[in-house]
């Protein structure tokens, strides 16, 4: 054979057995079955034990809902749960999390779940299958580690072949079997960041006022509800003194403790196109207020930027100012609320990832410490999962406490980039729970911990930090079990963020400039809503430059805008991201609320026209002023073709009150005509829209009254000259001596004859 041909029979065999790997792995103990992308749909509700111990269930039980999305009966349906081996590196875990790692280490029988399902049937899922025993019956649980699960559904689509038709996969750690004793790895120490928030429900008004955009929170507040489900799983599983209290830091958004807070008294609920309604979740807020302060008394606790508002979108869309008061005022409205300091001086940006301008406006809101994923500084040689990092690029003090983000992904659940491309009857084509809102959603979470506890050595102490996504939804109950079931075992040891936040990375920790990942650009806030939130900060800025301090009732200029001013942000929470729609209309909102303050201060309108008798009368206006301060406003009323009107000084106008004024005005015609007349503040920037005032004018105008008295003086000398000329037409003429003239001779000659 050739070299050439040699070497192409080569190449056809990699590429064989790579394409072999990716179908599936090994050759599978049972034949496989054609993967139709599925008309079923399974959902797990539970898996019982959570995590596999010597003391706990010697049988895995698994409970679900199968549905048949399709147009076609599905018969001859069969389930069965089938394994993987241990997850021996990182590497294997991450196709596991992406659901490309091999499940068919133990593939046990299928079990009948249903003989026909029709379209939109639906059937409840209920397997039992032993940890240990027969590879054809049993799990066949050998070593200890996390292994992947295959939750597997056959069927027959009417008039198809037999298919794998759905599937959802999920880790399951095993800390201990049945058996002679193992040696033990060394205790990893850990802390676990537990984000508390929401989206953000409120609509910015000027202080004294509650109103929220829908009731949701009466909702998520009251028993059985999302938020309300947060505390109860630290108050039931991470109880004060425990090992897992002794590891957890509470991260809150201070908005949503903020309006808890309001919600306590009276509160509105925006109607559309309506009359706001009163709120009904009153008492449930007072309680679960008084819960969180409880949990967070002499507790590590760190205050989320306002609203969690997205960092890096703000800074990008010129904000920067904006977001550096985020996280500033974020910090005093946190602590305030809930009577408690907090760990000061630390910002846990979104999903841990800053790029450089953002680091610079963290640090001038007074960032020391931030909590930033591992992938969001330069790796560098090594990668580490765990520690304290000084940040090169910012100011010399400035360090990050990193994040795991293997355990960020399994609480997430993969994107389609951690995804290769589905292939038939592999373990990418399942769903996960990861991320989702069912009780499982943290069940890979689990796993991952329990494989970095087994796997990773942190040196000075450096503890791994699990930092859910900020807007979990689910899972928290089973995920702190878990966690404490790993602190009994001895594979996790509580590490308080707290002093690791106050003590910053060991001396001579090499520094590490941030990442920013192109990927994370695209789950930012998008452009459009942070242009309107720009064009709304700049139209706050206009308005206080009206304002006069210390003129309020009650209340300073600075008062009545900071709601407004932070309430800037709530568009642009990440709690938003994914929801461009709903974030637009959140921007539009704020705009229009701003748009009203200002249509506040404006000219009313007369009901009637005003009537000017005399060329140089005062026109009088009323400016009204619906703001709780005084403002300083410029008059501008439009001269046009009738009306001239003097500069008009800068007005005062008291806090909730009127003024009237008398504007020095010229008629230069009579008839009715019609006068713009508008407020605006000192910087230039229109207030109320601008009044169209009616003017009847009864006098001669100054070009009027001119003409008149020049074409009467002329008549009058006109009149005076024929008058004359007429007198001097009409006497005769006297002799040349001056003696009066007698009669002419006879006959006209002289003399005799």
Known sequence: MRPATRASVMVAIILLTLTGLLLGGPALATPPVADTGGPLRLVLDDITPRV???????????????????????????????????????????????????????????????????????????LTVALRGDPQASLALVRTGVHELLVNVNGVPRGGARAR???????????????????????????????????PRRISTVPGQTLLADDGLATSFAPGGRLDALLSAVEDHAPAGSPVRNALCLAVDPDLAQTAADMRGSYQVAVPGGVPTPGTGSEA?????????????????????????????????????????????????????????????????????????TLEVV??????????SADGLEPGRTRPAAGAVPIAGGPTSQFAVLTDPLLALAMSGPTSTDIPDARAGSAASASSPAGTGTPLATQDAIGTLAFRAATTSTTDGAPLVLAPPHDWAAGAPALLAAAGQLLDAGRLSPR?????????????????????????????????????????????????????????????????????????????????RGQPDLSRDAAKTGATGVADLRAAVRVLEPPSPYSLGTSTAP?????????????????????????????????????????????????????QF?????????????LGPPSRLRVRSTAYGTITVWLTASAGVMLVVLVARRILRRIRGARPPGPRGGGPAGPPPPGGGGGGG
């Open 52 to 126: 596999v111990t010597t003391g706990g269930p010697g049988a895995l039980t698994v409970t679900g809902t199968l549905t048949n999305t399709g147009d076609t009966p599905v018969e001859d349906l069969v389930v069965r749960v089938q394994r993987g081996d241990p997850l021996e590196t990182e590497g294997e875990l991450r196709d596991a999390l992406g659901g490309t790692a091999p499940t068919d280490a133990v593939a046990p029988q299928f079990v009948p779940v249903a003989g026909s399902l029709p379209p939109g049937g639906t059937a409840p899922v209920r």
């Open 165 to 199: 038709l759905a599937a959802v996969r999920l880790l399951l750690p095993v800390l201990s079997l049945p058996g002679p004793a193992q040696e033990e790895p060394a205790a990893t120490p850990f802390s676990l960041l537990y984000p508390i928030t929401d989206t």
């Open 285 to 357: 807020a007072r309680a679960w207020l008084e819960r969180l302060m409880g949990l967070a008394r002499d507790r590590c606790v760190i205050a989320l930027p306002y609203a969690d508002a997205d960092l890096v979108a703000l800074t990008r869309g010129g904000l920067g100012d904006t977001a550096a008061a985020a996280v500033s005022d974020g910090r005093e409205v946190l602590a305030t609320v809930l009577q408690t300091p907090l760990v000061p001086d630390v910002t846990w940006p979104a999903d841990g990832l800053v790029d450089a301008p």
């Open 363 to 372: 640090s001038a809101a007074g960032t020391r410490a931030l909590v930033l």
């Open 496 to 576: 308080g963020l707290d002093d690791v936040l106050t003590a910053g990375p060991p001396p001579g920790t090499p520094a590490r400039p941030p990442v920013y990942p192109l990927d994370a650009g695209g789950r930012e806030i998008p452009t459009a809503v942070i242009t309107t939130i720009r064009a709304t900060s700049d139209s706050l800025t206009d308005l206080r430059s009206a304002m006069v301090d210390g003129s309020g009732v009650g209340i300073g200029a600075d008062e009545v805008l900071a709601p407004l001013l932070q309430g800037l942000v709530r568009p642009a929470s990440v709690a938003r």
């Open 619 to 671: 026109l009088p206006l009323t400016v009204a002023n619906g703001l709780p301060v005084t403002v300083r406003v410029q008059l501008d009323v439009a001269s046009t073709a009738g009306l001239r009107v003097a500069s008009i000084a800068p007005l005062e106008i008291p806090p909730l009150g009127r003024r009237q004024v008398s504007v020095d005005a010229e008629v230069t015609r009579s008839g």
């Open 674 to 686: 019609t006068v713009a007349a508008a407020v605006r503040t000192p910087d230039g920037g229109l």
